[in-house]
């Protein structure tokens, strides 16, 4: 794990989406692995200011989002689909074509096999060059909550009581109007990629950013799977670093 620890949460998303420009620059056909949440919104956005100033262009890449939501309203704002096509494909935002962003299928009659065909159709791209990750406070990745298999696919799940708070800020603060259900790349989808980068920021993810760096790796803390993987990039900023007991050793290590 390269643990990148920087002043503030724009300075992580420079150094990401300078991570993605070097990637389409030297393969413009890459697969880009994609995340919802507020944590890489910052990084979406440096890509279209990229795009719009010629310097980059996602028009030969496709992108596989991390999950979904089940029986949301397809013209739902919220639907993972949406957010997506806003953060990176409307406008000519980055490049990336509408029909080259996946997503699960959350409202297809049988979610469960929408999810294994969506896992199969990664492996038909040849696998994700480069995923994007946050974390949940619960050290949730993609919608992989606590208490999974380690070694799960593409699948159905339930989402925690704690997931559905956390985002019942996006459904006008109210839990009731959170989806119970998502369609979530598996742990060990998200584990096939070839590179893995994940953004965590705030205080919030303080305890979660200990446990996946210095934790045991444990479905208790989902993303602690990430240990096991030979290319991951963690980028931090100070407040999500604050609990780390090897800050000073990640912060030298990086700089040489
Ligand atoms: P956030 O969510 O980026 O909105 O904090 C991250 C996650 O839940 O994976």
Not at 94 to 123: K, S, V
Not at 183 to 196: D, F, N, P, R, Y
Request: charged residues 20%.
């Amino acid at each position: 794990m390269r643990i990148g620890i920087f002043p503030s949460a724009s300075e992580c998303a420079t150094y990401a989406a300078q991570m993605l420009a070097d990637l389409v620059a030297s393969t413009p056909t890459a697969v880009l692995g994609v995340a919802t949440g507020s944590t890489p919104e910052p990084t979406y956005a440096l890509l279209r200011a990229a795009h719009a100033a010629g310097e980059l262009s996602f028009a030969e890449c496709e992108a596989f989002a991390l999950d979904e939501y089940v029986g949301i309203d397809a013209d739902h704002p919220e639907r993972y689909r949406n957010v997506l096509l806003r953060h990176l494909v409307t406008d000519d935002a980055t490049g990336l074509r509408a029909e080259n962003l996946h997503t699960p299928d959350g409202n297809a009659e049988d979610p469960h096999a929408a999810a294994l065909a969506y896992d199969r159709a990664i492996a038909e791209r040849g696998g994700v060059d480069l995923q994007i990750l946050g974390i949940g406070a619960d050290g949730h990745i993609g919608f992989n909550e606590p208490g999974g298999a380690l070694v799960s696919r593409t699948h159905v799940d339930v989402l925690t009581h704690q997931t559905r708070l956390d985002n019942a800020r996006f459904f006008d603060g109210d839990i009731t109007k959170v989806p119970t259900h998502c369609v979530t790349q598996g742990l060990a989808t998200i584990m096939s990629a070839k590179k893995i980068l994940l953004i965590a920021t705030g205080d919030a993810k303080r305890a979660a950013v200990k446990e996946l760096c210095e934790g045991g790796v444990s479905a208790f803390w989902p993303a602690t799977i990430l240990q096991m993987h030979e290319d991951v990039t963690v980028l931090v900023d100070e407040a999500a670093a604050a609990d780390l007991a090897l800050a000073d050793f990640y912060r030298e290590r990086w700089e040489n």
